[in-house]
């Protein structure tokens, strides 16, 4: 059987930021395979539209009959359709295959410049007509009710009057005005809490119809899409870099991706402590206080973003053991050495700390290791000692320490901390240095 996709109809953003670049990557986010009709090609970028290129008539309506010829899209939206022929064309394609859309009734760009001919506004209210959904923002809204929106009861009326034209369901997004949308079907309204967030806003309407099309797909009524929509398109642009000199374009896959590299995080720390677990000769290494793994995401900037074993990893009846989960922020000492580190060099994201020896030191320099040290009488008052310490470390070492080490102070146990690429990398050093200092003990 063949498996779903999402159809997106719209021009082509050169920038990367909107139309149907967006909708691909917001479909894909999401869990859908993208297929794309273009009906335009823009020369854009972050500071606006330089020209537009409408694609032919017949070679939009050969791209719809290419991909509903093979794939099976359960649900489309439109986005930039330029002409009125284009949109006749489209609506027959629809219908045709029988496929539900929604529609963004994209008339200008964010940036700046015209994506709809005059002449073509009659011809998108046909379109609207047939759609499940229609979404525009303010400035779109007026322009095809003839309603001047200024606050929520505005908004009301227009999604009245585009009722009146047949369509399913009305969403009149707020991004213009306080950041509240407002849904309308069959009669009932809802408004969708929002506020307006600091972030880029290129591509904003197409990421949101999009996210609401991949929602409605998944079975989700028009108010439940149009929330969870709101919340993508609301991270989408907290996300937002800046890539070019103008209005910084949404980043749909940025959650996505931190999300994945989170569990990456949790995984590679388990790995580690199991590696560890395994052999029982390394508990030697294991300080009076207890050792702790850490490793971070890439970029991270808190405590937060590093992971370690709540309860911290101790000696149990001669073998390591680790006590308590494995989370995010629940090494302090060690999360502090791995953030330190990263301001020095971001692919130095993990550390663990073992006990202090003369054979545990030499054991480094056997392994060819870069040590540095630091001594806990030159700390300054009220700083962190693993803040500083491996601060102070990196900044007198000729190379990058991959082993820091002090002797102590009163009430204080000297300490070697081990670091390195990923929680794993370091273990397998631990486990190494503890071969040399006693022997081969697997």
């Known amino acids: 059987m063949k498996k779903p996709s999402l159809l997106t109809i719209a021009g082509s953003d050169s920038g990367g930021g909107a139309g149907l670049q967006a909708d691909i990557k917001t479909f894909a986010a999401h869990r859908f395979h993208g297929v794309s009709v273009i009906t335009a090609v823009t020369s854009q970028n972050t500071l606006g539209v330089q020209s537009i290129f409408p694609i032919e008539c017949g070679v939009v309506v050969d791209q719809l009959e290419s991909v509903c010829s093979d794939f099976e899209p359960c649900f489309a939206k439109t986005g930039v359709l330029y002409s009125p022929e284009t949109i006749e064309a489209v609506r027959y394609c629809l219908g045709k295959y029988d496929i539900p859309f929604v529609v963004d009734p994209v008339m200008s760009a964010e940036a700046g410049g015209r994506l709809l001919t005059k002449d073509a506004l009659s011809a998108l209210e046909s379109l609207i007509r047939d759609a499940s959904v229609v979404t525009p923002n303010k400035f779109e809204a007026e322009e095809l009710t003839g309603i001047s929106i200024k606050s929520l009861d505005d908004a009301r009326a227009a999604a009245l009057k585009l009722s009146e034209t047949g369509v399913g369901g ?82 749909q896959l940025d959650r996505l991706n931190e999300e994945a ?67 995010f922020g629940a090494s302090s000492h060690v999360g502090r050495i791995v953030l330190a580190a990263m301001k020095f060099d971001q692919s130095l994201r993990a550390a663990m700390n073992v006990c202090y020896s003369p054979k545990i030191l030499d054991a480094c320099n056997r392994l060819g290791l870069h040590v540095a040290s630091f001594s806990r009488k030159d700390e300054p008052r009220g700083e962190r000692t693993m803040e500083w310490g491996t601060t102070h470390a990196f900044r007198h070492a000729p190379h990058a320490p991959e082993v820091i080490y002090d002797t102590g102070g009163i009430g204080k146990e000297a300490m070697v901390r081990l670091v390195g690429c990923d929680a794993l990398h370091v273990v397998e050093r631990a486990v190494a240095i503890a071969r040399i200092v006693g022997g081969n003990f697997e």
């Open 170 to 251: 009305v969403i009149i997004t707020g991004g213009h005005l306080d950041g509240r949308d407002v849904v309308l079907k069959e009669g009932v309204f809802e408004v969708v809490d929002g506020r307006l967030i600091d972030g880029g806003t290129h591509g904003a309407g197409c990421t949101y119809s999009a996210a609401l099309t991949a929602n409605m797909a998944l079975g989700n009524d028009i108010f439940m899409a149009a929330r969870a929509a709101k919340r993508f398109v609301c991270e989408a642009i907290a996300s937002s870099r800046e890539v070019g000199s103008g209005v910084r374009p949404v980043a």
């Open 261 to 327: 590299e989170r569990f990456k995080v949790l995984e590679n720390v388990s790995q580690s402590v199991r590696r560890l677990e395994e052999c029982g000769t390394s508990a030697a290494l294991l300080p009076e206080v207890g050792s702790n793994i850490a490793m971070a995401v890439p970029g991270a900037s808190s405590l937060r973003d590093v992971a370690g074993v709540e309860g911290r990893i101790i000696r149990l009846h001669g073998r390591p053991q680790s006590v308590g989960c494995i989370a």
